[in-house]
Each structure stands twice: as C-alpha cells, then as structure tokens.
Nanobody, 115 residues
Framework: QVQLVESGGGLVQAGESLRLSCAAS????????MAWHRQAPGKDRVYVAA???????NIDDSVKGRFAISRDNAKNTMYLQIDSLKPEDSAVYYC?????????WGQGTQVTVSS
C-alpha cells in the first residue's frame, strides 16, 4: 500500500523559511508526478507546485520566486522549500503523488506564519 506522510510544518514568523518534507512509502519511485497543495482556513485547497520523475518542476505563479520543489528518490522524499514566509502562506500543506493513474494524498502538515 502506498502512503505519503508530510512533516516540517510549524509556527514561524514572517520572513523566515521552512522546508516541508513528504516521505513516500514503499518508495517515491511508486509515484509519477508528485505535488504540493495547500488549504487555508475557510478556503478551497489550491495547487502550489509539482515535480515529475524527470525532475521537471512547476510552481504556481502566486508563489513563484519564494517556493521551490524537489525530490530525492534515494531518500524516498519530496520537499517544498518556502522562503520569505508571509502570513497568507498559513495553511495546511498536503503532498500528493500520482500512483497507477490515481492521486494519493497525505494527511497534511500545518504551517502558521505570524506577522
């Protein structure tokens, strides 16, 4: 059974950085494209970034320049580097992976940015 588990969230101050991790089991090679979404309180879940098995990346325009996505298949982990955090980045961040034509999602990790 494939599974994704996020970690690395927390309470930070505006301007700081965070690196979120997404641990994949049995391995990240189980997933084709992987992605990050986020959901702020009272809002819909929205796309943030994606990465393919060939390490091609896409970052949503709303966060381009501050967010970076990467994956380390040797560690079975995908990352989301977030720099210059803003209060509006506060949300639950979810990682997902495409497995056998279906998206699998983790339980999410909370990021809270104080001003």
């Amino acid at each position: 059974q494939v599974q994704l588990v996020e970690s690395g969230g927390g309470l930070v101050q505006a301007g700081e950085s965070l690196r979120l991790s997404c641990a994949a089991s049995p391995s990240s090679a189980s997933f084709n494209t992987m992605a990050w979404h986020r959901q702020a309180p009272g809002k819909d879940r929205v796309y943030v970034a994606a990465i393919t098995t060939d390490d091609l990346t896409n970052i949503d325009d709303s966060v381009k320049g501050r967010f970076a996505i990467s994956r380390d298949n040797a560690k079975n982990t995908m990352y989301l580097q977030i720099d210059s955090l803003k209060p509006e980045d506060s949300a639950v961040y979810y990682c997902g992976g495409l497995h056998n034509h279906h998206w699998v999602w983790g339980q999410g990790t909370q990021v809270t940015v104080s001003s």
